[in-house]
């Protein structure tokens, strides 16, 4: 006799045992022990212990969550998702910038609690609806070396206290195989404020990539001061190196490089490679050169406002190694625009002009033309 028979079996009798006498019960309990097979005090104990089927729910100690609530967690979802699934601490922050814009019905009390919730709350809601990301890409990084002693190694990108400090980076857009032509994104990130750029390159030749430099360089809200890359040869050349030296002397830009083999020497772009190009595009190979237009009116609008104005970011401030881990510190999260409008440096009309840009916004329209443009641009793939 199987588990689901004794079991079974166990349930059929079991009322019959307790309502019967003591000399029936005796001749119940030697059946259900020759049946059963079962030593006679076990017997005992499981005709006189109930039998549930399913074991019960322990009921969740302290008191009832104030925000496990649809009308709490539908617009938290929502906005989570509009972020790019962007991380509770960033999301905290994020929440005030994008309250205002949301266009369910939510009463006062919702947006309250919505703007009081914390990190670890916003974990615990958010739980069901998380996706893991596992995917990785292929690397296109090749050694530009003909230039390499002309230009310096800078490894100290951690105390900018000014904007104009850029780090750039390039992204291939290859699909499963690095042969043939494709799409490259050039992805620029201020040090100081995090602002960040980008635009899409056919290829890795001088030409294509210096001219998305200086179109970068003329929409950044700051004068460029430096220009830190890594060793690939699309910008260890010698045309970048015309473009920032052959300059008047207030206008020049330090040229540096960081260490062959250490991406933490850009760890500022490198991280932004995964947060604002692959979350963005994936990893599906871009071959069809119609792409370009199409990626960089993406990225020059709608894209880089949404993530310059509305997504907050983090920055280390101290890390400290005790034993064999790391201590790491971070500042409160903010956006890329409201660490410029805290800093002495950017100039008033800039400041004005960044608050003007700013008050014509919705970033949940934004992320609608976001997601109507990569329908197109998919098209082509």
């Not at 050349?237 to 330090?254: A, C, G, T, W």
């Not at 599906?284 to 009116?297: E, S, T, V």
């Not at 100039?347 to 840009?357: M, P, R, V, W």
Request: with cysteine.
């Amino acid at each position: 006799m199987g588990y689901n028979e004794r079991k079974a079996y166990l349930e059929e009798i079991r009322t019959r045992y307790r309502r019967a006498c003591n000399q029936s019960k005796k001749k119940i309990l030697d059946e259900f022990c020759t049946v059963c097979k079962y030593h006679r005090k076990h017997a005992i104990r499981l005709l006189k212990k109930p039998f549930r089927i399913n074991k019960p729910t322990q009921k969740k100690r302290g008191s009832k969550s104030q925000y496990n609530y649809p009308i709490i967690t539908k617009p938290l979802i929502k906005i989570w998702l509009a972020t790019n699934q962007m991380c509770s601490k960033k999301l905290k922050v994020a929440l005030p910038l994008w309250l205002p814009f949301y266009d369910g019905e939510l009463p006062n009390e919702a947006k309250t609690k919505l703007l009081a919730i914390s990190p670890a709350t916003i974990d615990r809601l958010l739980k069901p609806s998380k996706i893991k990301y596992k995917r990785k890409g292929l690397g296109g990084t090749k050694p530009g070396r003909l230039l390499k002693n002309q230009i310096p190694i800078r490894t100290d990108n951690w105390d900018i206290t000014t904007p104009g400090f850029c780090e750039a980076d390039t992204v291939a857009h290859c699909g499963n195989s690095l042969s043939g032509d494709f799409v490259w994104s050039l992805t620029f990130t201020d040090i100081f404020s995090t602002w960040i750029e980008n635009r899409a390159t056919w290829g890795k030749g001088s030409g294509e990539v210096i001219e998305q430099i200086k179109n970068i360089e003329a929409k950044l809200p700051f004068k460029l001061l430096g220009f830190d890359c890594d060793n690939g040869s699309e910008f260890l050349n010698y045309h970048l190196i015309r473009y920032f030296s052959d300059r008047p002397k207030e206008k020049m830009v330090q040229f540096t490089r960081s260490r062959p083999y250490h991406k933490d020497d850009n760890a500022h772009v490198e991280q932004k490679n995964w947060t604002h190009v692959r979350q963005l595009l994936g990893y599906d190979r871009f071959g069809n050169k119609a792409i370009i237009p199409l990626l960089n009116d993406l990225y020059s609008k709608e894209y880089g406002l949404l993530q310059n104005y509305f997504c907050p970011s983090m920055k280390l401030i101290s890390k400290e190694r005790v034993n064999s881990k790391y201590r790491k510190k971070y500042d409160l999260p903010q956006t890329p625009y409201q660490r410029l409008m805290l800093c002495n440096d950017i100039t008033i009309n800039t400041k004005q002009s960044l608050t003007d840009t700013y008050n014509s916004l919705n970033p949940f329209v934004l992320r609608k033309n976001i997601e109507s443009k990569l329908k197109t641009i998919f098209k082509y793939v």
